[in-house]
């Protein structure tokens, strides 16, 4: 590991990074994305931070490819032993068998590559979800095989364990047939290979001799149009097997088998393919992780665009809140008749301006003497403030509900939530109505306060002694109700002089002036208050998100990540873009298309020309 130590804590940091959740909604192409992180993850656990960590440990082979095309009746062929389960019967390899010399079962029986699965050990089929490992005298020291399930398996958790093993691999023995080499789905894992300039060879296996010629040129040209010129290509006849577990014929496989030795004989050409796959999957991050983080971005701001649908909604709630306390609607009804009991009689606009004063003695009759009609008039004010409360929020619920149901990302986040408590959120909750309740008392208790600091200044206190502190108090509370300190026509004539006349009378006190300035006061006093019942019911809302998405700098924090990864990406000895196209390095290369009984490359032959 020795001048690794940089690009290991380079890998590291990065695999911390990815432990975030970054893409829990259903924005964009989330599908995609959710697989790119969690395969990506496991590159990392499963091969990059493992190899980076011991350059010098034994190579893994993958052997993988379509149903049924003999992967591992090849494996047990190029180990000479009974070692792969096979059998007509598919999916055969219900959990990957790596098989490795004794002398390197020490590396491979912990949890250095595949860290996820559990080991087994032992003849006989393994478990899903397990790697069991099994040696081989036969094989040679340095260089292990690896059984993978199906790529194109019926069943899901196959498919996904061989992709998984695929981007372990230190090299793919990709397994076709000569009747589904065409087939997409292998192509795709074959281009994979590519981007990532993993060493990669092809065995084409079951061909009929007629076939041979015709199906290797035509799999050459398609490897060539794909990006792959180069890559080691063997082919295996079809053979008679004396019996449905019975090993390929010695003949058959001797390309295979001996291309591999030479590998594993030469600790340079280990070397060579260990680093050129190495090399490739270093350079994937520096686009596999920008690409998660524009992704991580958008979720982001998927997010910031649903707390924006409640911010909108409550907003929309507080400014019809703001409406319904200016236009004097609360003055009607219930409030009105309260009024007119409060102060004795319903005929008050016609004297108002030739009678102040005698006004001003009933007034005073009526504080001192009949207290029922105050308190009456200042619980229907409250029941009127309350009700506007409620209107206005359980609206606001119902269109932020209806923001969030209109977007894929807000039904995620309401299918969450569950379907009960996602028809509560189109209401306001429940304890509301006591919240707004013990809101309204505080105001009025404020109210009540402002107005008695200001009767203590001289000049007013001897005028407010014609009233009580709670009868200005209930004035000023009316005078809340208008769109200014004072009315306009229409008002007077929708209030039935209400606000006019408690206008008046708190003038006669404190001037008009003060009378503007107390009103503004006790109405942002009670827009705060309502503000903070609005918000409070918002959170109903808004705490669904917490916690969800990446956070706030996870973008910027895995850009850095894959670019102190690159930084550090020399370290392995590879420039930057060596080995494009898949094959082993031309040390290892044997020539190409390759049939039974052809002569493998030795190591000493590398400067020979191609």
Partial sequence: ???????????????????????????????????????????????????????????????GGSTGAGKSTLVNSLACADVAETGVLRPTTLAPTLVANPADEAWFGRQNVLPGLARTTGRGRGEPGTLRVVTADTLPAGLALLDAPDIDSVVTANREIAAQLLAAADLWLFVTTAVRYADEVPWGFLRSARERSTALAVV?????????????????????????????????????????????PEPAVRDVRGWLAAIAADAHARDQVVRRTLAGALDSI???????????????????????????????????????????????????ARWHDFIGTGDFMRSLESRIGWLRERLVSAFTGRPAPETRLRVALETGVEALIRSVADAAAERALDGWSGTPAGRDVLERAGVISAGRLGRASSGLPERA?????????????????????????????????????LFLMLMVFTSTGGITGIEMGIAGGTSLLSQKLLEAVFGDQAVRTLTQAAREDLRGRVRVLLDEEAVRFTSLLDGVGPPEDAAAALRRAAQNVHAHRDAIGVPAGTGAGGGPPDATRPARSLGSGAQVDSPAQVDRPR
């Fill in 286 to 336: 520096t686009t596999r992780v920008p690409a998660l983080a524009d992704a991580a971005e958008r979720q982001r701001a998927g997010v910031a665009d649903l707390r924006r649908t409640i911010d909108g909604a409550y907003g929309a709630a507080m400014a019809t809140f703001d409406d319904g306390i200016r236009d004097g609607s609360l003055l009607r009804g219930e409030v009105l």
């Fill in 204 to 248: 084409l296996d079951r061909v009929p001799p007629e076939a041979l010629e015709p199906v290797t040129a035509h799999l050459t040209r398609l490897l060539d149009e794909n990006g792959l010129p180069g890559t080691p290509l063997f082919s295996v006849p079809e053979v008679a097997l004396p019996e449905e577990n019975a090993r390929l």
């Fill in 437 to 473: 309740s013990s809101a309204l008392r505080a105001w009025q208790g404020y109210v009540l306060d402002l107005v008695a600091k200001e009767g203590t200044e001289k000049r007013t206190t001897a005028r407010l002694a014609s009233f009580s502190v709670n009868a200005a108090g």
């Fill in 1 to 63: 590991m020795a001048g690794n130590e940089g690009l290991l804590a380079a890998l590291g940091d990065l695999r911390r990074r990815l432990d975030h959740d970054l893409f829990p909604l259903e924005i964009g192409d989330v599908a995609s994305h959710r697989h790119a992180l969690k395969e990506l993850r496991g590159q990392l656990d499963d091969y990059l931070l493992p190899r980076v960590a011991a350059m010098d440990a034994p190579l893994l082979a993958v052997v």
